[in-house]
Structure formats: C-alpha cells, structure tokens
C-alpha cells in the first residue's frame, strides 16, 4: 500500500486478521470519523451489500 496515512488501514487491517474476525463483526466495531480506518469499515459494507452511503 502506498498513501498518505495508509498505516491507518495497515494496522487496523493487521489486527483484524489477527484477532479472527469476521466480517460482520468488523461492521461492529466504532471507527473514528474521518479517519483512513473508516474506509475498511465503509468497504466491508459495500462487499456486503449494507452501505448506507456511497
């Protein structure tokens, strides 16, 4: 990954992983606002059809 703040989502992604969550569980967790992590969070919600903003 290359960007400005891409650890964000390097992190956030890592720990993910390895704590073995799911998906749906990831949709769970509160992200700050706006925050480069929030973009995972807004992904998962696309692949799974849940979006509410696009």
């Known amino acids: 990954m290359i960007g400005?703040?891409?650890?964000?989502i390097?992190?956030?992604?890592?720990?993910?992983r390895k704590l073995e969550t799911t998906y749906h569980e990831q949709l769970?967790?509160?992200f700050p606002h706006p925050t480069m992590s929030?973009?995972?969070k807004d992904a998962i919600e696309v692949a799974l059809g849940e979006a509410i903003h696009l």
């Open 38 to 40: 929030e973009a995972v």
């Open 4 to 8: 400005a703040n891409v650890t964000e």
């Open 28 to 30: 769970d967790v509160i």
């Open 10 to 16: 390097i992190a956030q992604t890592v720990s993910s």
